[in-house]
């Protein structure tokens, strides 16, 4: 119980802090996608500090997948933090709601969901977006796995991981306004508007999910060598 309230809580802190940038600050106190990107870092790098040694700080299915697919996982626990993870997620993005809601000028949009075609920040088609969140997620998770089996990298490893959150954000914000997260992807559809985000949310289940399986394959065969 104690490994499924930290994944619960710590996604409820990604999807809090991160999106909570992005719907409040973005544009209102102009720290931009930049400022998004490196909130989004800080949000896995705080939260992996303080409960990393409880639950692994996975707050992510696609992350939990490849620890799984790497072997270093227990089935057992698989549906459970997938599960814990997507509610954080959910009840982060009620809050967010909530927050926002309380604004004079209350206006919901996109509310920082994910999307492609016409949902995509830079108009970005289907096959880009699935490309991009692809490859993204699958070396975020091979960052993950390398940087917390290795003795001399482990103690930092959280730094490691935020650092890459940050970069991948920096590079996808304008493409699909970055998943890498199925979860994350899931909370924000229920609230967004102005599209079909939730018609588009099987991508960012799908990408993400075959990205964390290839990180967890490439992480079998580096044992192996």
């Known amino acids: 119980m104690k490994k ?3 994944e619960f809580f ?5 999807v809090f802090g991160g ?3 992005a719907i409040f600050a ?3 106190q102009g720290i931009g996608s930049f400022g998004v990107a ?9 939260m992996a500090f303080a409960v990393g040694p409880i639950s692994g ?5 696609a992350v939990t997948l490849g620890f799984w697919s790497c072997g270093k996982f227990d089935t057992k626990l698989l549906l459970g933090y997938v599960v814990v993870q997507v509610l954080g997620a959910i009840v982060a993005a009620a809050t967010l709601f909530l927050i926002l809601s309380g604004k004079s000028d209350f206006s919901v949009g996109s509310f920082a969901a994910n999307g492609y075609g016409d949902l995509s920040p830079g108009g970005y088609s289907l096959e880009s977006v699935l490309i991009t969140e692809f490859v993204t997620t699958a070396f975020f998770v091979i960052i993950i796995l390398g940087s917390t089996t ?13 650092l890459a959150l940050t970069l991948i954000h920096l590079i996808t914000i304008p493409i699909s306004n970055t998943s890498v997260n199925p979860a994350r992807s899931t909370g924000q559809v229920f609230f967004a508007e102005g599209g079909d985000y939730v018609g588009q949310l099987w991508l960012f289940w799908l990408a993400p999910l075959a990205g964390a399986l290839v990180a967890g394959f490439v992480c079998r065969l580096s044992k192996k060598a």
């Open 4 to 6: 499924l309230f930290s």
């Open 57 to 61: 700080a996975h707050f992510n299915p």
């Open 26 to 28: 973005a544009s209102g």
């Open 38 to 46: 490196v909130a989004f870092g800080l949000t896995v790098l705080t």
């Open 10 to 14: 710590g996604t409820f802190w990604l």
């Open 19 to 21: 999106c909570g940038s």
């Open 150 to 162: 290795h003795k001399a990298s482990k103690k930092l490893s959280p730094i490691a991981i935020g």
